[in-house]
T-cell receptor, first 113, second 116 residues
Framework: DTEVTQTPKHLVMGMTNKKSLKCEQH?????MYWYKQKAKKPPELMFV???????INESVPSRFSPECPNSSLLNLHLHALQPEDSALYLC????????????FGPGTRLLVL | KNQVEQSPQSLIILEGKNCTLQ??????????LRWYKQDTGRGPVSLTI?????NTKSNGRYTATLDADTKQSSLHITASQLSDSASYIC???????????????FGKGTKLSVKP
């Protein structure tokens, strides 16, 4: 199984809502990542988890809260988002943080109204 | 400054034709370079990865080259198919003492459209 899955595929939320994005992989990878990608732009790294511990937070606003319940799961909790947070949110995983290849999920298309 | 520049920004070709996408980088120290294919609204999929010592690597109809001296890479697509329509992203990994994936530098991508 070389697949990273993400749910939901699409999400529409208001600025007062609380929602969560989910990511799962069963490749035994110990590094997992959240990226944000705006239209016609490259992905921007948000968070890196290594062995279930947060190792990098690229100065992401606190309205985004990551969680790694176990080595296969990565969540991104959303609260009080702004319209400019609308984007494609990509999850990726790799063997570890030195892994040469990151495997990306299909992404969650988020629209904040 | 560590940067990855891709050209052209967009490209339209007819089905069956060949094309070449370019990637120039100023990332230092260099670790490796990857080409990803990203379909619209989907996650990127790795096509090739090249290290300092590799000049050419093929993956089916995709052939990547790397010139570490001039810091240039190219992705050549042979006999294009409609399904090749996507964005192609060049990603350079900078060697870093902290050894984290925070040192991936993404290019802005080339949007390829293959027309029948």
């Amino acid at each position: 199984d070389t697949e990273v899955t993400q749910t939901p595929k699409h999400l529409v939320m208001g600025m007062t809502n609380k929602k969560s994005l989910k990511c799962e992989q069963h490749m035994g990878h110990r590094a997992m990542y959240w990226y944000k990608q705006k239209a016609k732009k490259p992905p921007e790294l948000m968070f890196v988890y290594s062995y279930e511990k947060l190792s990098i937070n690229e100065s992401v606003p606190s309205r985004f809260s990551p969680e790694c319940p176990n080595s296969s799961l990565l969540n991104l909790h959303l609260h009080a988002l702004q319209p400019e947070d609308s984007a494609l949110y990509l999850c990726a995983s790799s063997q570890d943080t030195r892994g040469e290849t990151q495997y990306f999920g299909p992404g969650t298309r988020l629209l904040v109204l | 400054k560590n940067q990855v520049e891709q050209s052209p920004q967009s490209l339209i070709i007819l089905e069956g034709k060949n094309c070449t996408l370019q990637c120039n980088y100023t990332v230092s120290p260099f670790s490796n370079l990857r080409w990803y294919k990203q379909d619209t609204g989907r996650g990127p999929v790795s096509l090739t990865i090249m290290t300092f010592s590799e000049n050419t690597k093929s993956n089916g109809r995709y052939t990547a080259t790397l010139d570490a001296d001039t810091k240039q890479s190219s992705l050549h697509i042979t006999a294009s198919q409609l399904s090749d329509s996507a964005s192609y992203i060049c990603v350079v990994r900078r060697g870093a003492s902290r050894g984290s994936q925070g040192n991936l530098i993404f290019g802005k991508g080339t949007k390829l459209s293959v027309k029948p």
